[in-house]
């Protein structure tokens, strides 16, 4: 990967480069940096290219970003709250469920999580993110319940909860109607939602992935009512498995005009797929992952589609890295994501980066690419810049991996 590194990444300016790209693209860059809203044409095209043209994109999507949010690179200090592994949906793609009697299946009750969430509270974090497993025997008013335990005992904490598939599932269990059920949850604390359980939003490759998720049309429908009601959400993309580059395209640029009607998302994350332990993967039906390019291209292609309407754009560390994470972050992407503290789905599947990642080590790796680290809220108000230099170890990147994550817990898959 290091000569594509230092292809892409050489010193040359746009004007150098646009001569060498092919007329069609430098054109389309050209208008993304007048500004313009780039169609669904000009993202096929973009999303296809290599060598000259796909240096020029990644250079055009950082100066796109930098336009956009400045030179500061954001992280939130927060942990994830895996509740529970136990699962009825069988995703082809994750690694992280299991049935209720395999020996290594877990249920925390409501102490356990509220004991997690206090002591991530102590680590210093703003933010708990929950989601878990859809067990056959969930009470539907579980999700509400746990909500209100966080809140009882950390009124302040963000609560960061439950994907569209948990709230669908949520819905069937107590009957209540969408809405009503979302405003339960947010009457009992709820935050804002996770915009995973995405994937990729095309029913074809939906059906090929999971037959028993939830269909585009009712993700849209979840995360619209969430927006209407006041709660944000994130928005996610699954990518390096069976889909094609005209999926990223269609997805992103859905997302875009969800955007435009609600305003309710607050950052677009793309997720390499972890292959290694999935069923997808081991019965020979995807590919093995995301390449270095496609990485930089899924990056900065939203930058550039989704300009002017969703600013942030972060990177996964756990599914992509330090390395290749910080390179996507010199390709249009803003923000390092969070601290984690426990991660129990990407390692699930084969990840093999850590689940913790201190703010000393965000802050240490942010300034070796010469932009300015920031904590921030789970909705991107700043808490605290860090512009000078306090001392912090530089080099992280070289450090042993089991050094930059909690011992306790090993690292386990994918449940977008």
């Known amino acids: 990967m290091g ?13 150098e480069l646009f001569p060498e790209c092919r007329r069609d693209v430098a054109g389309i860059l050209e208008d993304a940096l007048a500004g313009k809203e780039l169609n669904l044409e000009e993202g096929l095209i973009l999303a296809e290219v290599d060598g000259p043209d796909l240096q ?10 930098r336009r956009a949010v400045g030179d500061t690179i954001t992280y939130v200090v927060n942990r994830n709250i895996n509740f529970t592994n136990i699962c009825i949906v069988g995703c082809t793609f994750c690694g992280f469920s299991r049935t209720p009697k395999a020996p290594d299946a877990y249920s925390l009750s409501l102490d356990q999580v509220v004991a997690k969430a206090v002591e991530a509270k102590r680590h210093g974090a703003t933010e708990v993110c929950i989601q878990g497993g859809l067990p056959k025997d969930l009470d539907g008013y579980f999700y509400r319940d746990i909500l209100r335990a966080i809140k009882a005992e950390l009124p302040e904490m963000h609560t960061h909860a439950f994907s569209p598939m948990e709230i669908a599932y949520g819905v069937e269990k107590t ?9 339960m949850l947010k009457e009992a604390g709820l935050n804002s939602l996770p915009g995973t ?7 074809e490759i939906r059906q090929r992935l999971s037959p028993k ?8 429908e979840i995360v619209k009512m969430a927006h209407r009601l006041g709660i944000p959400t994130t928005s996610t993309l699954m990518y390096g498995h069976i889909e094609r580059p005209e999926h990223w395209v269609k997805h992103i640029l859905l997302l875009r005009e969800i955007q435009k009607e609600t305003g309710g998302f607050t950052e677009f994350v793309p997720l390499a797929f972890i292959y290694e332990k999935t069923r997808l993967y081991q019965a020979g039906r995807a590919r093995a992952g995301s390449t270095f390019r496609e990485d930089l291209l899924v990056h900065a292609l939203a930058r550039l589609l989704l ?11 756990v599914k992509l890295g330090f390395e290749v994470a910080l390179a996507c972050l010199q390709a249009g992407a803003n923000d390092f994501s969070g601290t984690l503290m426990e991660e129990n789905i990407s ?7 850590g689940e913790y990642v201190s703010p000393d080590d965000f802050r240490a790796m942010i300034r070796t690419i010469g932009r300015v680290p920031a904590e921030r809220t789970t909705t991107y108000t700043l808490r605290q810049s860090f512009p000078a230099d306090d001392g912090e170890e530089v080099s992280v990147l070289s450090r042993p991996r089991e050094t930059m994550a909690a011992s306790h817990i090993p690292y386990t898959g994918n449940r977008y």
């Open 197 to 203: 359980a995405a994937e990729v939003l095309d029913d």
């Open 3 to 15: 000569k594509v590194v230092e292809m892409v990444f050489e010193e040359r300016s746009l004007d």
């Open 213 to 220: 998720k939830l269909r585009v049309q009712q993700w849209v």
């Open 175 to 183: 009957g209540l109607p969408r809405q009503g059920y979302l405003e």
């Open 56 to 65: 020029a994109l990644v250079k055009v999507a950082d100066e796109l970003r």
């Open 347 to 353: 390692k699930s599947a084969g990840a093999t980066f």
């Open 307 to 317: 300009n002017g309407y969703i600013p942030n754009i972060q990177v996964s560390w």
